[in-house]
């Protein structure tokens, strides 16, 4: 019996191991990184609001074979400096990043990014709509859905309907299952949260789209908050169903 648990240690090490990131995260006060899947990490970073005070702020990023893609940028530049030199302490080659839509808190350090000649990606409404705004503008916009290639694998951003805001897409990376919902899919137990730019009539409906489209996500990072399964999805559904 004793060899038999100890083989069963031995079996959950190796399978830990395994599926472990082997890239360490990182923490300081104003950014946190911390690895998701062997392929995933999240980070963030934080915002000082007058509605709601100091938020934290989620983004994504998607690493495979020594390159990145960042989805949504920390809050401001200086921070998105911090994120790219702990990238590069990795020797990981960004590849891209993706403002999931036009808020401050997904392209608020865009600028740092580009000091890099980094390509960015938006969905054509959110580089409209950031034209209105003191903030850098994404360099390459899509209208409906995209593939970028980070490694040997690939990265979707997909545009599925209206909620948080009318530009709104997720981006999703089918090797982990693992999909960041952005501000469009709230966390377990979060509140409605900003509505001043939402469509609510639509919110719902965009999500029954993506459950519909992606039914074998197993992770998912929201705009703010913890994140978790496809519950997210389904307590985002019935938090705006009218």
């Known amino acids: 019996m004793k060899q038999v648990n100890l083989l069963l240690l031995v079996l959950v090490w190796v399978i830990g191991c395994k599926t472990r990131n082997p890239i360490d995260g990182y923490e300081s006060a104003t950014l946190k990184i911390e690895p998701l899947t062997e392929h995933a990490f999240l980070h963030v970073s934080y915002l000082e609001t007058e509605s709601f005070g100091k938020v934290a702020c989620n983004g994504m990023i998607v690493v495979q074979d020594g390159e990145a893609i960042v989805f949504d940028t920390p809050v401001n530049n200086e921070v998105s400096e911090e994120l790219l030199k702990w ?3 990795k020797d990981l080659h960004v590849k891209a990043v993706v403002a ?38 994404p360099t390459n916009k899509f209208s409906k859905t995209l593939e970028l290639q980070v490694g040997h694998e690939t990265v979707i951003l997909d545009f599925m309907g209206e909620g948080h805001t009318v530009d709104n897409i997720i981006g ?14 709230k966390s377990v137990g979060a509140g409605k949260g900003n509505l001043e730019d939402a469509n609510t ?17 197993s992770l998912i990072v929201p705009g703010h908050g913890q994140y978790g399964d496809k519950g997210l999805l389904d307590y985002t559904l019935e938090l705006f169903r009218e």
């Open 172 to 185: 999703y990376f089918p090797k982990d299952q693992t999909m960041f919902g952005g501000c469009l899919i």
């Open 100 to 137: 999931t839509h036009f808020h401050d808190d997904c392209l608020g350090g865009l600028q740092s990014f580009h000091d890099r000649n980094i390509p960015s990606y938006a969905n054509q409404k959110t580089i409209e709509l950031v034209h209105d705004k003191e903030l850098a503008i």
């Open 201 to 217: 009539s639509e919110w719902s409906q965009t999500v029954a789209r993506i459950q519909a489209k992606y039914p074998n996500v």
């Open 87 to 89: 990238l590069k302490s």
